[in-house]
């Protein structure tokens, strides 16, 4: 075992993924130079004037506002609201700062398996204020097993995360590198549990996919659905929505079997550490004006001042001896994994 590598126990009963001999290489190549730089899951707009017990619901933000009263950032959520305790003292919280040398190849992690019933989706996208949400239609379910997961999980909820330039915008860092952004699939137990609601505060509760962004000059035909300009110019200010029909989940997902997996928490409060945390080892493209459009996107209502949406992300958060596992066999060799042949991890930033 490498000095300095910990020992994590495979955890499942599953067979090996056939991507399994992958080498780590397609995010960090595509990290670049942009990207140097070291949820309630559905959005609450409450306000803080009512004297309610749910005065804090949706007071929380992730930057200071430019004018007005007091909004906590992060690190005041766990501070502010005494449901919120976990977003500060939590042990397993989100996101976090994968380092590949803390990496463990688990054999057991399976392929993960996409069922849509082979129909395309329709849903509404919103711009809710701190995210553009994209929230699916009851009638069209879209699944997702295999991998770590024990259940099956429906999805919920998209939700995209992006910075103000193309070196940050993504929640997790790789080896203390951003990405331009962060698409997050949000999906909720749904064998156990009868709502999203109910599996956020329970055990097993939720799943969340997670695929880097990186600008180019091509898009991703799901996201390209979502961000052209007839579409985006719809959801410009707080509370607009936009309804979006005949879409393929599929082709959100980038071409690779390979992901990295931990437990972990929601990302915004009340950081519920109910979520089992999947990131796809591939990005996927959108083009800078497209990613221009998306910081055109305000935060406010069109009475008030623009502020752009952008910067939408919780900072990373201590590992605390977590396991980081993956699919992908790399670098593993000694006496503790005698049948792993030593590979050189092809994965370097530019």
């Not at 306000?47 to 933000?61: C, F, L, T, V």
């Not at 979502?226 to 393929?248: E, H, P, S, V």
């Amino acid at each position: 075992m490498a000095p300095g590598r910990r020992r994590c126990t495979p955890v499942g009963p599953q067979g090996r993924s056939d991507d399994a001999g992958t080498r780590l290489h397609d995010l960090h190549e595509s990290a670049g130079p942009e990207s140097s730089s070291g949820h309630a899951l559905l959005d609450r707009d409450r306000s803080a004037q009512q004297n309610s017990p749910k005065i804090h619901e949706g007071w929380w933000a992730y930057k200071e506002v430019v004018q007005g009263s007091f909004v906590p950032v992060p690190s005041f959520w766990g501070l502010v609201n005494s449901a919120w305790n976990l977003c500060a003292v939590g042990k397993r919280q989100s996101p976090i700062n994968i380092e590949t040398s803390h990496m463990i190849f688990d054999p057991f992690l399976t392929s993960l398996r996409l069922n849509t019933g082979g129909r395309k989706v329709s849903g509404t996208m919103y711009n809710t204020g701190r995210h553009v949400s994209l929230r699916l239609d009851k009638e069209h379910l879209v699944n997702i097993s295999g991998g770590p997961l024990t259940y099956s999980h429906r999805l919920e909820e998209i939700r995209l995360h992006f910075g103000s330039e193309d070196a940050q915008g993504s929640e997790h860092l790789l080896n203390g590198q951003a990405f331009s952004g962060e698409v997050q699939l949000i999906h909720y137990n749904h064998e156990l549990y009868t709502n999203v609601t109910e599996a956020a505060k329970s055990p097993n509760g939720l799943v969340v996919i997670s695929i880097f962004i990186k600008v180019t000059d091509s898009s991703n035909p799901f996201l390209n659905r979502m961000l052209n300009r007839d579409t985006i110019t719809r959801i410009t200010y707080k509370n607009d929505a936009y309804l979006l029909q005949g879409l393929n989940i599929e082709e959100l997902y980038p071409e690779t079997s390979s992901f990295i997996t931990y437990d972990g928490s929601m990302t915004i409060p009340p950081c519920y550490e109910t979520a089992s945390w999947i990131i796809m080892n591939k990005p996927i493209y959108i083009t800078r004006m497209q990613m221009h459009s998306l910081r055109l996107l305000s935060q406010n209502q069109p009475s008030q001042i623009f502020s752009s949406m952008s910067d939408n992300f919780r900072p990373v958060q201590p590992l605390n001896n977590r396991c980081i596992r993956t699919n992908i066999n790399f670098s593993l060799q000694g006496k503790d994994c005698p049948n792993n042949r030593a590979q050189k991890l092809q994965y370097k930033g530019k």
